[in-house]
């Protein structure tokens, strides 16, 4: 049993470069979540899905799209990668109780 | 202003000491979480409070949820090493399941 899968572990991008961080979970969990974590900051929701078709935006969404075209998969897009988006991004699901978390990927942005 | 204040921090202690660590706030949540990081994992689930006065028990560690729903606590007894990470508390934003808000996490280092 996976879980919630996330790629890649780590990446290293120039400012302005685009890239997407796939997430995919193997538990038919209807929420779906992509969180920032920074040092003293915890983690900070970016984005949130409470269905296929269906996102909406948290408390730090600027600069990041997502969308959920299947219930497994919600890809979170950097379209011009900036130093402030240099951080661990977690993805995580929820069947209305509690959420799994993936292992991370670690962002840096030169 | 966040949602939900955790405190302390950062706490340092020695293998064997008792500690709480307080999630507070002024709003009232139907739940609570606990979750508990280590370096380069994702938080993983502890416990869900539900109803005021809760008490739960998982081992050492000891979940409470306050009467008026605005707060919890949690208390670890005897803790070891391996109780070191950081222990987040999330309620879930506005009512809405599909949206946890994270206090911002205390720190701990437990010593041998």
């Known amino acids: 049993n996976a879980g919630v899968t996330q790629t890649p572990k780590f990446q290293v991008l120039k400012t302005g470069q685009s890239m997407t961080l796939q997430c995919a979970q193997d538990?038919?969990?209807?929420?779906m979540s992509w969180y920032r974590q920074d040092p003293g900051m915890g983690l900070r929701l970016i984005h949130y899905s409470v269905g296929a078709g269906i996102t909406d935006q948290g408390e730090v969404p600027n600069g990041y799209n997502v969308s959920r075209s299947t219930t497994e998969d919600f890809p979170l897009r950097l379209l011009s990668a900036a130093p402030s988006q240099t951080s661990v991004y977690f993805c995580a699901s929820s069947n209305n109780y509690g959420y799994t978390f993936g292992s991370g990927t670690r962002l840096t942005v030169v | 202003t966040q949602l939900l204040e955790q405190s302390p921090q950062f706490l340092s202690i020695q293998e064997g000491e008792n500690l709480t660590v307080y999630c507070n706030s002024s709003s009232v949540f139907s739940s609570l979480q606990w979750y508990r990081q280590e370096p380069g994992e994702g938080p993983v689930l502890l416990v869900t409070v539900v109803t005021g006065g809760e008490v739960k028990k998982l081992k050492r560690l000891t979940f409470q949820f306050g009467d008026a729903r605005k707060d919890s606590s949690l208390h670890i007894t005897a803790a070891q090493p391996g109780d070191t990470g950081l222990y987040l508390c999330a309620v879930h934003g506005s009512g809405n399941t599909g949206k946890l808000i994270f206090g911002q996490g205390t720190t701990l280092q437990v010593k041998p």
């Open positions: 538990m038919n969990h209807e929420y």
